[in-house]
């Protein structure tokens, strides 16, 4: 027998491009890596507002910065990846509570569905423009994804439950005891030890810590699919 998985935790919030970004890489490496990927869907409003932190994109030259970061980003991680055309809105207005939830109830009823449904609310939002705060939004995403109609609508409707309200706040509050400030945070549990990692950005610094190798966004087993 090998050496047992690491775990790694991925802490998102589909609100925010470089989360998809992380999700992404630790996906396409879940399967060459020795790790065992837990998704944890949290609520950057809450992180940033216990952190004290506030949006990039609030102050006018991370704004500029960010969009050419994404640009450039698209064609690095070869994800499809573009800013919604009312970015305020999207960002500080609308937010992602409603969708997060419905994450968080998939998580505790159909986890094998998580990272399907994760991604096309990603494409919805940061790649097509699209809402992700109505019902018919989410179900529309979660049935893309290929759950059925009921198996969505179920679990739509739970979304304000208590349970998945609770669960959705510890999760958050779990990031925020990790440390972060922001989000994407994976944390590894290596050795005994837990590191925190901020970012899409330090996927290298995670080979090393995990002593695996490190060959790009996109490794030559995907790159040969894409």
């Not at 018919?136 to 679990?155: P, R, V």
């Not at 994407?184 to 810590?209: C, K, N, W």
């Amino acid at each position: 027998m090998g050496p047992l998985p690491r775990t790694l935790e991925l802490f998102y919030d589909v609100l925010s491009p470089y989360s998809w970004l992380g999700f992404e890489v630790l996906c396409r490496y879940q399967n060459i890596w020795n790790i065992k990927l837990q998704l944890r869907p949290s609520l950057i409003a809450g992180i940033m507002k216990d952190s004290g932190n506030k949006p990039p994109a609030l102050l006018p030259r991370k704004a500029q910065y960010l969009r050419q970061d994404i640009k450039l980003l698209r064609q690095h991680f070869q994800i499809p990846i573009q800013f919604p055309k009312d970015f305020f809105s999207v960002i500080l207005e609308k937010g992602s509570l409603s969708a997060m939830r419905f994450l968080t109830a998939l998580s505790l009823e159909h986890p094998e569905m998580l990272e399907k449904v994760s991604r096309e609310l990603w494409m919805r939002v940061w790649s097509r423009d699209e809402d992700i705060t109505e019902p018919q939004s989410i179900l529309a995403a979660a049935e893309k994804a290929g759950m059925t109609t009921e198996q969505a609508q179920g679990i739509l409707e739970k979304i304000s439950t208590p349970k998945v309200r609770n669960q959705l706040k510890e999760t958050t509050e779990a990031a925020c005891r990790y440390g972060a400030f922001g989000l994407p945070i994976t944390v590894a549990h290596v050795d005994g030890q837990t590191h925190m990692l901020f970012g899409s950005d330090r996927m290298e610094l995670l080979a090393y810590l995990l002593g695996e190798k490190w060959m790009g966004p996109v490794p030559p087993a995907m790159n040969a699919r894409l």
